[in-house]
Each structure stands twice: as C-alpha cells, then as structure tokens.
C-alpha cells in the first residue's frame, strides 16, 4: 500500500471543525486504498511592537513562551475528524529578520517535521498539497530535497500577482514543477494561464458524502413560499449584498420568502456590514442568520430549505453547493467559477456577477413555474459527478499517474 502525505494549507481545529473539513473528508475516503498521513503547522505569531507598549508585563510573557517554547507536537480529542486520516500538527514560533527570510523557515519547519516522520519509518510515496501557499511551496521542497512526487489542488481565486514578489517565482515553479496539477474546474485552469502558468486541465472538481447529505428537500409547488438558503462567511468574495439586493427586488413585487443565511462569522470582515444591509434594505422580517453550526447539521438546514443561493464573485468550486445539490436543492448562482462546470439545466441557472437583477428574475420563474425542478433528478446528477465512488476513482487515478510518472 502506497503512503501518501497531505499538507492542506489550513485545516480544522476543535473550536472549528468546518473550516477545511473538506481536506479531512477527501484523504479519509482514500485511506482504504492508501495509507494517508495529514501533515499541518499552525505558525504562532510573534508579539508586535504596539504590544509591548500598550501591555509590556503580559507581553514580555508571551515572547518568552514564544522563544523559549519554539515548536511543539499538538495533541488532539479522539475525534474521527484527527484520527480519520491521522493528523500530525505542530504550533512552531518560526520568525525572520525579513519576510522573505520568514517564508524560509517555514519551509524549513516543513522539511523537520517530515524528517521526523521518515525517522519513524513511514516516508510517503506522493505528497498532495491542497492550495499552493503553503502547502504547494513545502511539496516542490519536499521533492527538491527527497525526489518525492506531488499533486497540488488549487482552491483559492489565484492570480499570481496578489503574491509578494519574492514568493512569485517560486509560485509559479510550484505549479509548473508539479507531476499533476488537479483542477476544480475550467475556471481555475484559465486563472492560471492568465499568470502565465500553463497546466493541464486535469479535473478533479469536489467531494460531497453522499451518505452524510442524504436528506432531500420537499418539491417545490409554485406560488408558495421560496425557501432560500446560503451558506458563506460575511466577505466581499462571497458578496451577499448582491444577494439581499434581489430580494429586495422579491419583496418589492410581493414575492413571499424566507432565507436562511449561514456561517457568516466563520471568516471575512463585513459581517456587521452585512446585518445593517439586512435592516437597510427592509428585510429583517424574511432573513434569518445563523452565525455558525455544527457540521452534522448542515443536511438539516440545506434539506429544509429548496434553492441554494451562490453570489459569489470569484470562486473555486464551493463544496456548499455541492452539498446542497446533493439535498436536492436547485441552484441560482452567479458565474463565480467552478459552479459552472457542475450545474446543467436541471439542477440549477447561472446569472453575471453583480446583477441582483437577473437573480431576481430567476427566482421569480420559480415562484411562478416557469422554471421547475426535481430534487431526486438534482442529487443524482451530483452524486454521479462529485459522489462517493466517482471522486475517489478520480483522486486514486490521479495519484497512481503521478506515482508512475516518476518511476
């Protein structure tokens, strides 16, 4: 059995188990045909200046725990979700006199840990890096050094001048060095070409468990009610002013809703921004927001409710639609990115980015008729892309190529 390292660029932590939960779900479903190891560093930050002017005593604390403690093996609860693939993580005090010089060491850190793991006997055979800072960066290392492949699966929006130049080139080196590059979808491939990095569109889009997601929403009888839900943090990517501006539109024409929205102070910086839209725009009456929930109960949520709403203005491929779907919800998104290579014309509609307006039209052929759905027709058309069996068959092929491409 071929072992094959993980290094996700975040991961879940017992205060928040969804972030990157999607890291955990794909390595577990091929740990049957693999032995997968996820490998993560939490880097500590190095008290600043202010700090020590402001609070001088409990700052000059924490700088020694911060120097003298420089690096430590975290220890987890026995929950599936740090055991199911194993994760070894370690919280390192990493600093440098430079940026620049920052960015080595945390490579370097990388470069130990694994040491230390090799030294116990288990060197992997493939190293899958989830997004490429850092986790591309520490994989083109870890082949530099050891001549071990690696696969990197881009997540984020890129373009590779939001990065410091010092890192560019090594960005770029990170992708073009890589034995396979794993595409969410055409969207990611052209982002990348636009930074001048040319890869193959070998996709691999996401992972929904069907078998966690297996409650399906009630059929939607026109002229009732729309039960819409989105999920995303408060954020300008995720732009839910967009979202609550075609509802206004909905309320306007007498158009009768209710909308769940979810997991907006997970992340992002515009949530206050987002409650006062709410009230600004008259809607507080129709919109509910549930800051944050469990994982497990996210089918609750999505099967209560019949159309998922996306309006984001740059994505990857969002596994909440994904999800979604699999629930049978139909889907309204804007053209964000991946979404578009999942949905067809049963499962869901797409709109420009920004135009509230065509959201709002869309919603009303729904409430109208014009526009119907099946949710059974919906789920099946996801699980037969993103499902179980067809997504680790995808991943496992992927890894075996890469594997034999280096032999």
């Excluded at 008290?47 to 911060?66: D, E, G, Q």
């Excluded at 591309?136 to 997540?155: D, F, M, N, S, W």
């Excluded at 496992?396 to 190529?401: L, N, R």
Aim: proline share 5%; with cysteine; hydrophobic share 40%.
């Amino acid at each position: 059995m071929q072992n094959i390292l993980i290094i996700p660029s975040w991961y879940p932590t017992p205060d928040d188990k969804i972030n990157g939960s999607f890291f955990q779900e794909q390595a577990r479903l091929v740990s049957d045909r693999f032995d997968v190891k996820v490998l993560f560093i939490r880097f500590n930050a190095r008290p600043s200046i202010r700090s020590f002017l402001k609070t001088p005593i409990s700052t000059c604390i924490a700088f020694l725990k911060f120097i003298l403690k420089p690096r430590k093996r975290n220890q987890f609860p026995a929950d599936e979700i740090f055991l199911n693939p194993e994760l070894i993580e370690y919280s390192v005090s990493a600093f440098g006199i430079t940026r620049h010089g920052l960015f080595k060491k945390r490579l370097d850190c990388y470069l130990a840990a694994l040491d230390e793991l090799i030294a116990t006997g288990w060197r992997p055979d493939l190293v899958h890096a989830h997004s490429v800072n850092l986790g591309g960066l520490v994989a083109r290392r870890i082949k530099e050094v050891y001549g071990i492949p690696y696969v990197i699966t881009e997540h984020v929006p890129f373009a590779l001048n939001n990065y410091p130049a010092y890192m560019q080139d090594d960005i770029k080196s990170a992708f073009e060095e890589a034995d396979i590059v794993l595409s969410l979808g055409y969207d990611k491939v052209r982002q990348l070409g636009i930074s001048g990095i040319h890869v193959e569109p070998n996709l691999i889009y996401n992972f929904v468990d069907e078998d966690e997601f297996n409650k399906v929403c009630r059929p939607y009888r026109p002229g009732s009610p729309l039960k819409l839900i989105s999920i995303g943090a408060a954020s300008h990517l995720k732009d839910q002013r967009t979202l609550l501006r075609a509802l206004k539109v909905l309320k306007e024409k007498n158009i009768p809703f209710k909308l769940t929205l979810v997991g907006m102070k997970t992340w992002g910086d515009l949530y206050y921004e987002t409650l006062d839209c709410i009230t600004q725009y008259g809607l507080a009456s129709e919109v509910t927001v549930v800051d944050q929930i469990e994982r497990g109960n996210v089918p609750d949520y999505l099967s209560a409710n019949q159309i998922y709403l996306m309006t984001s203005v740059a994505e990857g491929l969002p596994v909440s639609v994904l999800e979604a779907m699999a629930c049978g919800l139909f889907v309204v998104a804007t053209r964000h990115g991946g979404t578009e290579d999942i949905l067809n014309a049963e499962s869901g509609v797409l709109v420009e980015v920004k135009n509230h307006q065509k959201i709002a039209d869309r919603l009303e052929d729904i409430y109208r008729g014009d526009i119907r759905f099946e949710p059974q027709i919906i789920r099946e058309h996801v699980v037969s892309l993103c499902g179980k069996d067809a997504f680790g068959s995808r991943l496992s092929g992927y890894y075996m190529q890469a594997m034999r491409q280096i032999t």
